[in-house]
């Protein structure tokens, strides 16, 4: 079945370090692909999307673009800030039947000052 | 605008007790989906809504999941005898439907113990 792997967190970086959060997924087709990402206390909020093969989503310094022949959707950002400590989800959905959300795992990041 | 509503935001009941979540939708949003948000599980998804058509149930883990839409718009997630293993946050979400991958906007939760 459809599926996604991310890496695995805690991911502690300095402010104003680069990121990279790797995310790969499994599906057959043509998925979309997300980000989302949850602040502390706060609820699921899209950051990002990609809808086909080469395209770039980019939300708030966040990138990330859809490689199909890595089956990849790595979220990178030049200089991460305080404020971007969160939990972050990669997604892929299915226009088939319904548009249901298969999650990774999650990637804890945590941006010390 | 206002976004999904979830209630009540936390609950703690008993084992084998009944429990139901509610979810507001987004005003327009045809459809509606439950998620659950555990330790162990990470997110997963449970049933999906979608204008009159039948919903899907794939993801409910056991008959004593069930979940209701009255008039195209408020659901009801119940979860009947609970058991411990069914703490978790139960997350509801909408959007449009266009047939395309529409943004899914989420609530901020129902956080479930069980006792």
């Known amino acids: 079945g459809d599926s996604v792997t991310q890496m695995e967190g805690p991911v502690t970086l300095s402010e104003e370090a680069c990121l990279t959060i790797?995310?790969?997924?499994?599906?057959?087709?043509?998925?979309?692909l997300f980000w989302y990402v949850q602040y502390p206390g706060e609820g699921l909020q899209l950051l990002l999307k990609?809808?086909?093969?080469?395209d770039k989503g980019s939300n708030k310094g966040f990138e990330a673009t859809y490689r199909k022949e890595t089956t990849s959707f790595h979220l990178e950002k030049g200089s991460v800030q305080v404020s971007d400590s969160a939990v972050y989800f990669c997604?892929?959905?299915?226009?088939?039947?319904?548009?249901?959300?298969?999650f990774g795992t999650g990637t804890r990041l945590q941006v010390f000052p | 605008g206002a976004g999904v509503s979830q209630s009540p935001s936390n609950k703690v009941t008993e084992k084998g007790k009944d429990v139901e979540l509610r979810c507001d939708p987004i005003s327009g949003h045809t459809a509606l989906y439950w998620y659950r948000q555990s330790l162990g599980q990470g997110l997963e998804f449970l049933i999906y809504f979608q204008g009159n058509s039948a919903p899907d149930k794939s993801g409910l883990p056991s008959d004593r999941f069930s979940a209701e839409r009255t008039g195209g718009s408020v659901s009801t997630l119940t979860i009947q005898r609970t058991q411990q293993e069914d703490s978790a946050v139960y997350l509801c979400?909408?959007?449009?439907?266009?047939?395309?991958?529409?943004?899914?906007?989420f609530g901020p939760g129902t956080r479930l113990l069980v006792l």
């Open positions: 997604a892929l959905s299915r226009p088939i039947n319904t548009d249901k959300l298969i």
């Open positions: 790797n995310c790969t997924y499994t599906a057959t087709g043509y998925p979309s």
């Open positions: 990609a809808t086909k093969a080469d």
């Open positions: 979400a909408s959007s449009f439907f266009t047939g395309f991958q529409e943004t899914q906007y």
